[in-house]
């Protein structure tokens, strides 16, 4: 899959670095500096998930995700933790690299970290197809923070496009 945007320098740079730190922090169970590593909405939407699954009030879910000392706050983490590693297989992220950060405006972009890196490298071959993760990258309060919700600006360009071959229903 293509990944939207474009690079602004053939290096890593802080979005892709952040993105790191979060993997990083979800793979050594560190789901505190992940917790903080996600955009508002990213935080809010994980929270009502986390409250409607376990039946919490939205009030103790949100004093939960807000307060480190709450003592459901570990349950909510765990949780989110457990979520992400079902799409994340633990062992894919151990070697992750960094890549160019492709960026969707000045305040969206893509990281894409890919696995297997095991040595220090500047420069990976060109034309070489990568498994990896990519990561919704959001700049919120002058940080880039992961955007989950992000993926929203991913394009399909088959969706609103009823020339291309899909008809509106009822449109005969």
């Known amino acids: 899959m293509p990944i939207p945007g474009e690079r ?24 505190n500096v992940a917790w903080s590593m996600l955009s508002k909405e990213t935080r809010g939407m994980r929270m009502g998930v986390w409250a409607t699954r376990f039946r919490v009030d939205m009030q103790v879910a949100y004093r939960a995700g807000y307060n480190q000392e709450h003592p459901m706050r570990a349950a909510m983490l765990e949780d989110f933790r457990t979520t992400v590693l079902r799409l994340w297989p633990l ?3 151990t070697d992750l690299g960094i890549s160019p950060t492709s960026y969707v405006d000045d305040e ?5 970290l890919p696995f297997g890196i095991t040595e220090d490298n500047t420069e990976v071959q060109r034309g070489r197809a990568m498994n990896g993760l990519i990561l919704p990258m959001l700049l919120e309060d002058g ?3 992961v955007d989950l919700p992000g993926w929203r600006f991913m394009e399909n360009p088959r969706a609103d496009n009823p020339e291309d071959g ?6 005969g």
């Open 108 to 112: 969206h972009a893509f990281a894409f």
């Open 143 to 145: 940080e880039w923070v």
């Open 91 to 93: 062992e894919d992220l």
């Open 166 to 171: 899909q008809q509106e229903q009822g449109s």
């Open 8 to 31: 602004r320098s053939p290096f890593p740079d802080e979005c892709g670095n952040r993105a790191g730190i979060f993997a990083e922090a979800v793979r050594d169970g560190d789901m």
